[in-house]
């Protein structure tokens, strides 16, 4: 009787549970998930960086280096500069660049 209740409550759960909490519940283990391993999905356009920055990009599957210009929200990508939106471009991911603490000695 108790195992019929714990299997029912379970199958309450995982009924109500959006694919990313599942994916989250199965997951636990990985390590990075809960910030997607610092990469930013660009769903809209208050996604976009809040500043001019170097920055790794996921671009039609492909990871590429790109800066991206927050005053004229265009990108540099490959050597060649894009005022085309991130939709245009194929654009679904970033990821800044951090950039190195000088030598201390």
């Given at each position: ?19 990313k ?6 997951a ?8 997607n391993?610092?990469w ?11 500043e001019?920055?170097d ?10 280096i790109a800066n ?6 265009g990108?540099?990508?490959k050597?060649s500069y894009y005022?085309?939106?991130?939709k ?7 990821q800044i ?9």
């Amino acid at each position: 009787m108790i195992m019929k209740a714990q299997d029912k409550a379970k199958e309450l759960v995982e009924t109500n549970e959006t694919s990313k909490q599942k994916a989250i519940r199965e997951a636990k283990s990985l390590q990075g998930i809960e910030n997607n391993n610092g990469w930013v999905k660009i769903e809209n356009e208050a996604d976009l960086p809040k500043e001019s920055c170097d920055l790794f990009i996921i671009r039609n599957n492909k990871i590429e280096i790109a800066n991206y210009s927050f005053q004229y929200k265009g990108w540099f990508c490959k050597g060649s500069y894009y005022s085309d939106n991130y939709k245009n471009l194929n654009i679904t991911y970033y990821q800044i660049i951090q950039k190195p603490k000088p030598p201390l000695y």
